[in-house]
Antibody, heavy 121, light 111 residues
Framework: QVQLVQSGAEVKKPGASVKVSCKAS????????ISWVRQAPGQGLEWMGW????????NYAQKFQGRVIMTTNPYTSTAYMELRSLRSDDTAVYYC??????????????WGQGTLVHVSS | NFILTQPPSVSESPGKTVTISCTRS????????VQWFQKRPGSSPRPLIY?????RSGVPDRFSGSVDTSSNSASLTISGLKTEDEAEYYC??????????FGGGTKLTVL
């Protein structure tokens, strides 16, 4: 079955970077994209960006431009989301979701189990 | 950019029908597909509806999506409410630059 399995929880200090992985299985990785979404404690869902596993094209939310890098490794069917210059308000659960190969953000299915990133001094 | 506005909370009794609205602040609701997700604490978002009104495989037909161009809004309707439907529901769409936006979420209480 189609599945996305994310890396484990992380604790980081302010100013550090975190890299979350999302390993796909059950489908042809390069035929789709991966979108990243986060949810801070007590807050709603927030779209962070998208990467095409076919072309490696990316599209980042303005809020994260310059601070986020999304990549893929087609050989291991794994997508990565690296967030730099972490702040306390980056504390959140980060999700990956299978998306279209094209940048249209109209379909996220399925989702990974989520990765908690806690930023604290 | 644009905003998707959802009511913070709705409540209804088991067996009844509830509708959750999602109003787009700018840009035509008809021009950009809307998705709906169910979110329970501690679980990943569960896709319910994509492309405005397409039900994801395995989702009961009690869940339906629609779009109303006159109010520039989308709606998620849940009929025959069950206590297990109690959760937070999010709409999502995008803009001409393909940036995604989520609504603020609606907490559904089934009492």
């Amino acid at each position: 079955q189609v599945q996305l399995v994310q890396s484990g929880a992380e604790v980081k200090k302010p100013g550090a970077s975190v890299k979350v992985s999302c390993k796909a299985s059950g489908y042809t990785f390069r035929e789709y994209g991966i979108s990243w979404v986060r949810q801070a404690p007590g807050q709603g869902l927030e779209w962070m960006g998208w990467i095409s596993a076919y072309s490696s094209a990316t599209n980042y939310a303005q809020k994260f431009q310059g601070r986020v890098i999304m990549t893929t490794n087609p050989y291991t069917s794994t997508a990565y989301m690296e967030l730099r210059s972490l702040r306390s308000d980056d504390t959140a659960v980060y999700y990956c979701a299978r998306a279209r190969r094209e940048p249209t953000q109209n379909w996220f299915d399925p989702w990974g189990q989520g990765t908690l990133v806690h930023v604290s001094s | 950019n644009f905003i998707l506005t959802q009511p913070p909370s709705v409540s209804e009794s088991p067996g009844k029908t509830v509708t959750i609205s999602c109003t787009r602040s700018s840009g035509s609701i008809a021009s950009y597909y809307v998705q709906w997700f169910q979110k329970r604490p501690g679980s990943s978002p569960r896709p319910l509806i994509y492309e405005d009104n397409q039900r994801r495989s395995g989702v009961p037909d009690r869940f339906s999506g629609s779009v109303d161009t006159s109010s520039n809004s989308a709606s998620l309707t849940i009929s025959g409410l069950k206590t297990e439907d109690e959760a937070e529901y999010y709409c999502q769409s995008y803009d001409s630059t393909y940036h995604g936006v989520f609504g603020g979420g609606t907490k559904l209480t089934v009492l």
